[in-house]
């Protein structure tokens, strides 16, 4: 299997999101004042001959650029669960297979893999790296739930969803935005961001950027880039990408009565509410 195919594996896209662009290796941004970047969780490295290390030799067959995040034992046996790419993958234990989907437990009739433990906690760890003071956040009182969304400015999905950010805090839902220059780096998409991150008023300066509004240029250390970054280790490939508070992907757009009602669902299975 070639490296095409691998991206493939870990290129699923939302349909109710816009695609990202593909983005060139060690991409420069030619006067950019970046944020450092987080920190990635480390995974150890394993013992030669284990399950964990033939799934980790697999995947670096794939491609040896792709960093392993997470190996671990999987909901079935023979199989090992892996991260990689921000993404959810079993290899079996003598490497030889991969599979990636839904894994449904028929005797539970549940869908083992859409609430893995381990994939959940590496999305809050990343995640929770971002200051709450880099974020552009819309919040009513007393929310009840927080979604972090990962967003650029000329989305139609991302716009549509801003259009809907009055709503979405009457029903209780926070939104706490992160950027996602879904262009790349370097793209006009890429530079309006830094600049909207660069107002004095974010909030103002991103409701008008998805409003169509001429977006003022502003230069200043940003977090732009270390959030375009974030959102690459934990597997966004559109935007927007929305996730709960547990690490739950949410899907890309929902309108906000259905977003409230996903938010509702994971709180009665005890996963996502606060």
């Not at 697999?58 to 040896?64: E, F, G, M, Q, T």
Request: glycine share 10%; charged share 20%; net charge neutral.
């Amino acid at each position: 299997m070639t490296r095409l195919a691998l991206a493939a594996l870990l290129g699923a896209l939302s349909l109710s999101a816009c695609a990202q662009a593909p983005q060139a290796p060690g991409a420069a941004t030619p006067g950019d004042k970046p944020a450092p970047a987080a920190p990635a969780p480390v995974a150890a490295a394993p013992k030669a001959g284990t399950p964990d290390a033939r799934a980790q030799e697999a995947i670096a067959r794939l491609d040896a650029q792709v960093k392993v995040d997470y190996v671990g034992a999987a909901p079935m046996p023979g199989f090992r669960e892996v991260i990689a790419g921000g993404q959810l993958l079993y290899v079996s234990d003598d490497g030889r297979y991969l599979m990636q989907g839904t894994v449904l437990d028929l005797e539970d009739m549940k869908d083992v893999s859409r609430g893995s433990p381990a994939l959940l906690k590496y999305r809050r760890e990343l995640l929770a790296t971002v200051p709450h003071a880099d974020r552009i956040v819309f919040a009513p009182p007393n929310a009840k739930y927080t979604i972090t969304v990962f967003t650029d400015i000329e989305c139609g999905y991302c716009r549509k969803l801003h259009s809907e950010i009055g709503e979405l805090n009457r029903l209780g839902i926070a939104v706490e935005y992160l950027a996602f220059p879904r262009m790349g780096l370097g793209s006009q998409d890429y530079k309006d961001m830094v600049s909207v991150w660069c107002a004095s008023d974010r909030r103002r300066a991103l409701t008008d950027a998805k409003g169509g509004k001429p977006v003022s240029p502003r230069d200043c250390k940003t977090p732009v880039n270390m959030q375009f970054d974030i959102g690459q280790r934990i597997g966004v490939s559109g935007t927007p990408a929305i996730y709960a508070a547990d690490g739950s992907q949410l899907g890309g757009y929902l309108p906000p009565q259905a977003l409230r009602e996903a938010l509702d669902q994971l709180e009665g299975e005890g996963a996502g509410g606060r």
